[in-house]
């Protein structure tokens, strides 16, 4: 089944404390994306990946790392996450930025 | 940069009624696309369609590119079809980014 994979679904953590979401596809698609999610904020992408070893800055960069080493494979690092990336966090991927996008199941991070 | 309004903001049907989802969007577009959000939190595409008119059971889409908007049709509406939907947009030779529109939220009552 072509599917996007998120991983941890749910996760509280302490300020300070690195964390890693993982996000894998299956799909052989090239691009790839971050996005987090806010109450009266709406939707915003973090980073973005054209392809293996291109990384780029999205809207809201600040706090977090991305790599991406594999095709399939684009982590999300939070080396000292803070209160204020508590969120909802997705991670995408299309075939290209103009091409039909699939979300992963999300990310309910919680730090306190 | 490119601005994508959705309205109505809030909508309450009762179970079977059709509803109409509006998006327009301030520039041209070559990518458009209609996604649900279920009260799970999961975002399903619905419809990638930067132009033209598209269906899939229920649901039906209409871009029309020349005109800046796109229209959501949910036709029988179910509890099911419940949650937020969103409209986002890509802009030719702009940033490599999909911008989302502030959603629809729908409430279907049984």
């Known amino acids: 089944e072509a599917q996007v994979t998120q991983n941890p679904r749910y996760l509280i953590t302490v300020t300070g404390k690195k964390l890693t979401v993982t996000c894998s596809q299956n799909?052989?698609?090239?691009?790839m994306s971050w996005y987090r999610q806010d109450p009266g904020l709406g939707l915003r992408q973090i980073y973005y990946?054209?392809?293996?070893?291109?990384?780029d800055k999205g809207d809201v960069p600040e706090g977090y790392k991305v790599s991406r080493k594999e095709k399939r494979n684009f982590p999300l690092i939070l080396e000292s996450p803070s209160p204020n990336q508590t969120s909802l966090y997705f991670c995408?991927?299309?075939?290209?930025?103009?091409?039909?996008?699939?979300f992963g199941q999300g990310t309910r991070l919680t730090v306190v | 940069g490119i601005q994508v309004e959705q309205s109505p903001p809030d909508l309450i049907l009762q179970e079977g009624a059709n509803s109409t989802l509006r998006c327009n969007f301030s520039?041209?577009?070559?990518?458009l696309q209609w996604f649900h959000q279920n009260p799970w939190g999961q975002l399903i595409n619905l419809f990638y369609?930067?132009?033209g008119t598209k269906q899939n059971g229920r649901l039906s889409a209409t871009t029309v590119a020349t005109e800046r908007y796109s229209l959501l049709y949910i036709s029988s509406s179910q509890t099911t079809d419940s949650g937020v939907y969103f409209c986002?947009?890509?802009?030719?030779?702009?940033?490599?980014?999909?911008?989302f529109g502030k959603g629809t939220k729908l409430t279907v009552n049984p």
């Open positions: 520039d041209s577009v070559n990518n």
């Open positions: 990946s054209m392809n293996v070893e291109v990384t």
């Open positions: 995408a991927s299309s075939l290209s930025y103009s091409r039909e996008v699939f």
């Open positions: 799909m052989n698609h090239e691009y």
């Open positions: 986002a947009v890509g802009t030719p030779g702009g940033s490599e980014k999909l911008v």
């Open positions: 369609i930067p132009s």
